[in-house]
């Protein structure tokens, strides 16, 4: 078999073991109170925010910070950055005043070591304009904060799942609990790190992972064990 042909197939080994993990969290698994179902009655196809969420936002017994950190040159190249201001303005409009949005470039305003120290670092992008290409390094991330705790999303460019992970996001920083997920590897032929990588690393997002060797006692503040592979 090509190495190439090799090296898809095991990357779309991955990503489907990803995305049966994601459903089995949203729907039955670690908190199964994070079911969002959104129906787009909007004819300019903006969301409305969950019954979750909003059950969420009058819980929160402080004042949530939560600053988009965006390039105004993005902005001006794509649509998406906008969709995520009108998700943010949402998420302000119902938590009534309990959360607060800011809308920053980080450049213009002096504040991109600010934005970095938070963990939201410059992409690189390709840019053409007048049929001339060039590369531009713009910001896309948002900053959650409560009192002296925060939560990053260092690269957002879609609104598809950004309400499940805004509001994970808010959940994980006001209540300050980080649930731990354990993962076996259960076929000698694989490797943790290697053949999931890729789902270790969202996992880790959201929950600390922590790799469980097989025939070892299993650690007791685990929330969550997968068997995989």
Same mark, same amino acid.
Not at 103 to 114: L, Q, T
């Given at each position: ?104 470039? +980080?450049?213009?305003?002096? #504040? ?10 410059? &992409? $690189?992008? !390709? *840019?053409? %304009? ?57 076929? +000698?032929?694989?490797?943790? #790190? ?10 880790? &997002? $959201?929950? !600390? *992972?922590? %790799? ?18």
């Amino acid at each position: 078999m090509d190495v190439r042909v090799a090296r898809m197939h095991k990357k779309t080994k991955e990503i489907i073991v990803f995305i049966v993990i994601i459903l089995i969290f949203i729907f039955a698994g670690l908190d199964s109170t994070l079911y969002f179902s959104r129906i787009d009655l909007t004819s300019n196809k903006v969301f409305t925010i969950s019954k979750v969420s909003k059950k969420l936002f009058t819980e929160i017994p402080d004042k949530v910070h939560i600053t988009y950190f965006v390039s105004d040159k993005l902005r001006q190249l794509y649509s998406f950055p906008g969709k995520i201001e009108d998700m943010l303005n949402e998420y302000s409009a119902y938590s009534r005043g309990k959360i607060i949005v800011n809308i920053i470039d +980080p450049v213009k305003s002096g #504040n991109s070591k600010r934005a970095e120290q938070l963990g939201v670092y410059p &992409q $690189q992008i !390709e *840019v053409v %304009e007048k049929d001339q290409r060039s590369v531009a390094m713009v910001y896309s991330g948002i900053v959650i904060q409560y009192l002296d705790r925060h939560e990053t999303l260092p690269v957002v460019s879609q609104t598809a799942t950004l309400e499940y992970e805004l509001t994970s996001k808010i959940k994980k920083v006001v209540t300050n609990e980080h649930k731990k997920i354990g993962i076996i590897v259960g076929s +000698p032929q694989r490797n943790y #790190n290697q053949d999931y990588g890729l789902l270790i690393n969202q996992l880790s &997002q $959201q929950y !600390e *992972v922590e %790799e469980v060797q097989k025939g070892k006692t299993i650690p007791a503040d685990l929330s969550v064990l997968f068997v995989i592979g």
